[in-house]
């Protein structure tokens, strides 16, 4: 059933059903309107209209759903956002956190780079500790004069070499040369702990600028791509009869004197023949 309504020159036609339902305007019943509330009720009726029709036509309104992604976001943004919408800025312990972390990298980055710079030069030589059956076939080689000798071991690394040479011959001078400066600070330490520093030097250089001519015994534990110019250098600048001892790796071409024959601790005897240079160190 449906009731006609003329307020302020207006026609209004609803639906009793949704009338019923849908106004509650005081003084508005069976299209009974007091003059008093004309303009008031038109009003409301006006703004109730459109809920009106949708009622009458059987439409429902439903809530406005958000998205899965919409709400994902919002997630997020209260998530990583304080109050307000301003990103919080990290605590004092997690700035202490990140600091001490940074300086652990730095630090380990300072100490082994002296160990990686070798892999960028032409020659590398690595630090590869010898083997006590090494360090024993080598001194069984070095055999100093009455009036004393000079060794040089040519990528002393820890030193070890050098402070079993000296220990094995009090009137022996072992020096070695390195250029990773953390194994000479160690290699230094090591001999006055073994009450050998009197005796050993420990020099961080560049092997190939570094004179051979004092020496008269000289070991290298060397790789195979430097073995070649290595012997240029050796016959070049050592004295005649200087005892070359050779570990891992042998010369290409210089002619062998001795040799023992153990795998990885095997080592070549050379007594090559060459020119002094006048030069002490």
Same mark, same amino acid.
């Given at each position: 059933?449906?009731?006609?309504?003329?307020?302020?020159?207006?026609?209004?036609?609803?639906?009793?059903?949704?009338?019923?339902?849908?106004?509650?305007?005081?003084?508005?019943?069976?299209?009974?309107?007091?003059?008093?509330?004309?303009?008031?009720?038109?009003?409301?009726?006006?703004?109730?209209?459109?809920?009106?029709?949708?009622? !009458?036509?059987?439409?429902?309104?439903?809530?406005?759903?958000?998205?899965?992604?919409?709400?994902?976001?919002?997630?997020?943004?209260a998530h990583f956002s304080g109050s307000g919408g301003i990103r919080k800025s990290p605590?004092?312990?997690?700035?202490?956190?990140?600091?001490?972390?940074?300086?652990?990298?730095?630090?380990?980055?300072?100490?082994?780079?002296?160990?990686?710079?070798?892999?960028?030069?032409?020659?590398?030589?690595?630090?590869?500790?010898?083997?006590?059956?090494?360090?024993?076939?080598?001194?069984?080689?070095?055999?100093?004069?009455? !009036?004393?000798?000079?060794?040089?071991?040519?990528?002393?690394?820890?030193? /070890?070499?050098?402070?079993?040479?000296?220990?094995?011959?009090?009137?022996?001078?072992?020096?070695?040369?390195?250029?990773?400066?953390?194994?000479?600070?160690?290699?230094?330490?090591?001999?006055?702990?073994?009450?050998?520093?009197? /005796?050993? /030097?420990?020099?961080?250089?560049?092997?190939?600028?570094?004179?051979?001519?004092?020496? *008269?015994?000289?070991?290298?534990?060397?790789?195979?791509?430097?073995?070649? *110019?290595?012997?240029?250098?050796?016959?070049?600048?050592?004295?005649?009869?200087?005892?070359?001892?050779?570990?891992?790796?042998?010369?290409?071409?210089?002619?062998?004197?001795?040799?023992?024959?153990?795998?990885?601790?095997?080592?070549?005897?050379?007594?090559?023949?060459?020119?002094?240079?006048?030069?002490?160190?």
């Amino acid at each position: 059933m449906q009731h006609l309504f003329v307020v302020d020159c207006r026609l209004f036609r609803i639906s009793s059903t949704a009338g019923s339902a849908l106004f509650s305007v005081p003084g508005l019943k069976q299209g009974r309107l007091t003059k008093s509330r004309s303009k008031s009720v038109c009003a409301e009726i006006v703004e109730q209209s459109p809920r009106l029709d949708e009622t !009458a036509r059987g439409v429902k309104r439903e809530p406005k759903k958000m998205s899965t992604s919409g709400l994902e976001d919002q997630q997020l943004s209260a998530h990583f956002s304080g109050s307000g919408g301003i990103r919080k800025s990290p605590s004092l312990s997690g700035k202490i956190l990140i600091g001490i972390t940074g300086g652990i990298a730095v630090g380990l980055s300072i100490v082994c780079y002296p160990f990686v710079a070798p892999a960028l030069r032409k020659h590398c030589l690595p630090y590869v500790p010898a083997t006590p059956n090494q360090i024993r076939n080598v001194l069984s080689y070095v055999r100093p004069l009455p !009036a004393g000798s000079r060794l040089l071991d040519i990528g002393s690394g820890d030193g /070890r070499i050098v402070i079993a040479a000296a220990r094995a011959q009090p009137s022996l001078q072992a020096d070695g040369v390195e250029l990773n400066p953390w194994l000479v600070y160690y290699s230094r330490l090591a001999a006055l702990r073994n009450g050998v520093l009197g /005796r050993t /030097r420990f020099f961080r250089h560049d092997l190939w600028k570094f004179s051979l001519a004092p020496y *008269d015994h000289i070991v290298i534990f060397g790789v195979e791509q430097m073995m070649e *110019d290595l012997e240029k250098k050796i016959v070049r600048e050592v004295a005649p009869g200087t005892t070359i001892v050779a570990c891992r790796f042998p010369f290409p071409t210089m002619p062998v004197q001795e040799r023992i024959e153990e795998g990885v601790d095997s080592v070549w005897v050379y007594r090559p023949q060459g020119k002094r240079q006048e030069k002490s160190i």
